[in-house]
């Protein structure tokens, strides 16, 4: 079975400083896609970036990017120029790319979570 | 395009009650998810639906927790009798079926439960 690891309950960064949290996961299986998601305090969960298992280069989005290790199962977040808003919980997140459903077999599985806190 | 939405919010029980929450995905989404998110852990899947038929149910405890799906649309997820380790976060989540097998979950608000 699947599993997902965030070893950091907690981080803090100041604002404009930039914070990396970090995520490693397990599985035998070669093609999957890897997610983080945001949740805020209104409980709604966002998602910020995903990679594929298959594509070697690291995704980015704006002021988000990833180091995708696939050897070593690690999977990290890095936020730069951090704000005010990017304050909340953030969840790695895994799925597998299982097509015996015909695609239709794409649960999440999540590790705990890591709370970020932005100092003023 | 309107998200997912659902009700109610927040609900206070009493162990050994029932309670029903419910779900209307995003329009023309052909899969729903429910997931549990117990109080400092991330989200576990309880059962996928695609169209009106389960997809995965493996960790639904089926002694006590029902879903259904009416007409492949809106759904409900129902758990009778309540126990106090049932307090969480019940997000539902919707999205498309593609061919090409990236089918970004769309997450509703949630439904914090509260078991006494």
């Known amino acids: 079975a699947q599993t997902v690891t965030q070893s950091q309950p907690e981080m803090s960064v100041q604002e404009a400083e930039t914070v990396t949290l970090s995520c490693t996961y397990d599985?035998?299986?070669?093609?999957?896609?890897l997610f983080w998601y945001k949740q805020p305090p209104s409980r709604q969960m966002i998602l910020v970036i995903r990679?594929?298992?298959?594509?070697?280069q690291n995704a980015t989005e704006n002021r988000f990017s990833v180091n995708f290790q696939k050897a070593a199962k690690s999977f990290s977040l890095k936020i730069s120029d951090s704000q005010l808003g990017d304050a909340a919980m953030y969840f790695c997140?895994?799925?597998?790319?299982?097509?015996?459903?015909?695609?239709?077999?794409?649960?999440?599985?999540f590790g705990t979570g890591t709370l970020l806190a932005v100092q003023p | 395009e309107a998200g997912v939405a659902q009700s109610p919010r927040y609900k206070i029980i009493e162990k050994r009650q029932s309670v029903a929450f419910w779900c209307n995905p995003i329009?023309?989404?052909?899969?729903l998810y429910w997931y549990q998110q117990i109080l400092g852990q991330g989200p576990k899947l309880l059962i996928q639906?695609?169209?009106?038929?389960?997809?995965?149910d493996s960790q639904l405890p089926k002694d006590r927790f029902s879903a259904e799906r009416l007409k492949g649309v809106d759904s409900t997820l129902k758990i009778q009798p309540a126990k106090l380790e049932d307090s969480a976060v019940y997000l539902c989540?919707?999205?498309?079926?593609?061919?090409?097998?990236?089918?970004?979950?769309?997450f509703g608000p949630g439904t914090r439960l509260t078991v006494l």
């Open positions: 997140a895994y799925r597998s790319e299982d097509m015996d459903y015909g695609g239709a077999t794409n649960k999440l599985i």
């Open positions: 989540a919707s999205s498309l079926l593609r061919t090409d097998n990236y089918n970004e979950q769309f």
């Open positions: 990679q594929e298992a298959y594509k070697q």
């Open positions: 599985t035998s299986e070669s093609d999957y896609y």
């Open positions: 639906f695609q169209n009106n038929g389960v997809v995965d």
């Open positions: 329009s023309g989404h052909a899969t």
